[in-house]
């Protein structure tokens, strides 16, 4: 079964950072693009971060909301995508979800999501 | 950035109608446009990609449609379970962005 479990929310001060894990299974990790979404309590979806295929040269892209702050990798040998997440605000308050994007394009697998609180 | 934008932001249908929601972005796009489903406290379900790209297991009774700027997504003969909220996605570029949601709610 083709599966993604994303974890690591919680609660976080402002200005402090966290890492979110995406763990991947029953698919080949290493050939697709990962990317992170959140939405925030009440809100619509919003795009975060996307990393490339070691194929692709591991690029990335990000919002410009989190840009400079938040760093999308991937760990291949494990399956793992990561949204290590510094400078925190309030406003990145979320649900955050990692998905595969089928052709880099259309998220047709999503993890169940994970929490994270940013307030004092 | 492209911008879509949905319409209707919420409908009241009932059981057995048919039901219309249309995405517009602010610039050419192709057919790169995606729509979800979700159900509140769910994860997003895709339904059609590229457009009118029915994905694996999702019912006939859905159909996307549009090239451009223009797309709409159709819901036919609706049933209880297709009450929930629904976007589109562009991808033809970064940034990926939403609509801002259709609620389909029972009449």
């Known amino acids: 079964e083709v599966q993604l479990v994303d974890s690591g929310g919680g609660l976080v001060q402002p200005g402090r950072s966290l890492r979110l894990s995406c763990t991947a299974s029953?698919?080949?990790?290493?050939?697709?693009?990962m990317t992170w979404f959140r939405q925030a309590p009440g809100k619509g979806l919003e795009w975060v971060a996307f990393?490339?295929?070691?194929?692709?040269?591991?690029?990335?892209e990000y919002a410009a909301s989190v840009r400079g702050r938040f760093i999308i990798s991937r760990d291949d040998s494990k399956s793992i995508a990561y949204l290590q997440m510094n400078s925190l605000k309030t406003e990145d308050t979320a649900v955050y979800y990692c998905?595969?994007?089928?052709?880099?394009?259309?998220?047709?697998?999503w993890g169940k999501g994970t929490t994270v609180t940013v307030s004092s | 950035d492209i911008q879509m934008t949905q319409s209707p932001s919420s409908v009241s249908a009932s059981v057995g109608d048919r039901v219309t929601i249309t995405c517009r972005a602010s610039?050419?796009?192709?057919?790169?446009l995606a729509w979800y489903q979700q159900k509140p406290g769910k994860v997003p379900k895709l339904l059609i990609s590229?457009?009118?790209s029915l994905q694996s297991g999702v019912p006939s009774r859905f159909c996307g449609s549009g090239s451009g700027t223009d797309f709409t997504l159709t819901i036919s003969g609706l049933q209880p379970e297709d009450f929930a909220t629904y976007y589109c996605?562009?991808?033809?570029?970064?940034?990926?962005?939403f609509g801002q949601g259709t609620k389909l709610e029972i009449k």
């Open positions: 998905a595969r994007p089928a052709f880099g394009r259309y998220m047709d697998v």
């Open positions: 029953g698919f080949t990790f290493g050939d697709d693009a």
């Open positions: 990393i490339r295929s070691k194929a692709y040269g591991g690029t990335t």
């Open positions: 610039q050419g796009i192709s057919n790169y």
């Open positions: 996605q562009q991808a033809n570029s970064f940034p990926y962005t």
């Open positions: 590229a457009a009118s």
